[in-house]
């Protein structure tokens, strides 16, 4: 089992940044991909960064070059970085963890088993 616990979220006005945090615990050793994710309000969830063991990253296209991805192993800990925040990234946002290891890993929500109870991001306008 992996829990996932994530902070940083807030509301900001449109150009702002935050820097969410995904605190993991638990047999982490279980899994080589972490993800980012976000849902608003009557939408599908969306992945929207990747990062694997490795540290290597993948982003979806809405955030990349806004968005960065990153994972402090010795503290068992994933952040993202979200600059030149705008409202449509208004979401709740979930870090996740994949069941197993993965050869490629994306932030397609498929082999995406534990996921945290989510931090609430706001952008105004």
């Known amino acids: 089992q992996v829990q996932l616990a994530e902070s940083g979220g807030g509301s900001v006005q449109s150009g702002g940044s935050l820097r969410l945090s995904c605190a993991a615990s638990?047999?982490?050793?279980?899994?080589?991909?972490m993800g980012w994710f976000r849902q608003a309000p009557g939408k599908e969830r969306e992945g929207i960064a990747a990062?694997?063991?490795?540290?290597?990253?993948s982003y979806a296209d809405s955030v990349k070059d806004r968005f960065t991805i990153s994972q402090d192993n010795a503290k068992n800990t994933l952040y993202l970085q979200m600059n030149n925040l705008k409202p449509e990234d208004t979401a709740m946002y979930y870090c996740?963890?994949?069941?197993?290891?993965?050869?490629?890993?994306?932030?397609?929500?498929?082999?995406?088993?534990?996921w945290g109870q989510g931090t609430q991001v706001t952008v105004s306008s």
């Open positions: 996740a963890a994949t069941y197993g290891w993965l050869l490629v890993c994306t932030s397609d929500p498929g082999p995406f088993g534990y």
């Open positions: 638990g047999h982490t050793y279980s899994s080589n991909c």
């Open positions: 990062i694997d063991s490795d540290g290597s990253t």
